[in-house]
């Protein structure tokens, strides 16, 4: 049984091979399959569109200098969600990097899951949101046609330049909402009690999948990464199923022990 069928169908046809050709398995006994959702329910759950394979994460990173004591935690919460998506089977997904202070620079760009850097180089320096924004953008209009871009925005400032933005996500949300109907999934992030809320949640605001989180230290920003990470849809899809498969097992017994008796 598994999260994502498509994921572990190499893993279940070898394990029922094996268990065929063992030589305790006498009576010839077979291995019973029970998926507990199906593949196209998996692949609609696991993106904001239906027909694509996984997400494009761009990770917006501020790495300004008041960074500059907490940023090896900001390293760890990038790596564990990476970990996390990993450990909910979605290996497909792509990674790429932006990190800003005055300006901006992409250090990863469409990486896999596996092929991630763990380390990501501290520059230090002031608080623009604009250049950030582009570089994203530009990445997120890279996006190949199996994938949908996902946002993860994180700052502890604040900076004179946040409308620009904003702006800049909503022409980018609008285009993508014009050519797949799906709003930018964008996760703004203050860190620290220095973040400008306001200023956070008129970016966020640039989509309808919008939405700001807050961190008031690198404990929290990981739980916070591993949270956007989860696959909550997978979850309550898994939820109905067994619930489903359990409904179905006892229906089964109640009419074999009645019609059957």
């Known amino acids: 049984r598994s999260f994502n069928p498509s994921a572990t169908e ?17 009576a010839e006994h077979s291995v019973a399959r029970i998926p507990m959702m199906p593949k196209e329910a998996v692949e609609s759950s696991t993106s904001s569109a239906p027909s694509s394979h996984g997400r494009h994460i761009i990770f917006v990173l501020d790495e300004s200098g008041s960074m500059s004591n907490s940023w090896s935690g900001v390293v760890v919460a990038y790596n564990k969600y990476i970990a996390k998506r ?8 792509l990674v790429s990097v932006v990190q800003f202070n005055g300006q ?3 250090t990863v760009h469409h990486a896999s899951l596996s092929s991630a850097p763990s380390d990501l180089p501290y520059n230090g320096g002031g608080t623009c949101f604009h250049p950030a924004a582009l570089s994203a953008c530009e990445l997120a209009r890279g996006t190949p046609s199996t994938h949908v871009p996902s946002v993860v925005f994180m700052s502890d400032g604040s900076a004179s330049d946040a409308a620009a933005a904003a702006h800049e996500f909503s022409l980018f949300n ?11 999934e964008l996760h703004v992030i203050g860190f620290g009690g220095g973040s400008n809320q306001a200023q956070l949640q008129q970016i966020a605001s640039a989509s309808q999948a919008g939405k700001v989180h807050s ?12 949270d956007i990470a989860s696959t909550q849809n997978v979850s309550l899809l898994l939820e109905s199923e067994i619930a489903k498969r359990i409904s179905e097992a ?8 009645y019609f059957g008796s």
């Open 10 to 26: 190499r893993t279940e046809d070898d394990l029922s091979k094996y268990f065929k050709r063992h030589p305790d398995n006498v």
């Open 250 to 257: 006892v229906s089964d017994k109640l009419s074999l022990e």
């Open 104 to 106: 901006s620079r992409i």
């Open 174 to 184: 609008s285009n993508l909402y014009r050519s797949s109907r799906n709003h930018l």
């Open 86 to 93: 990993r450990q909910s089977q979605s290996d497909s997904d």
């Open 215 to 226: 961190s008031a230290n690198t404990e929290d920003l990981v739980s916070v990464f591993v």
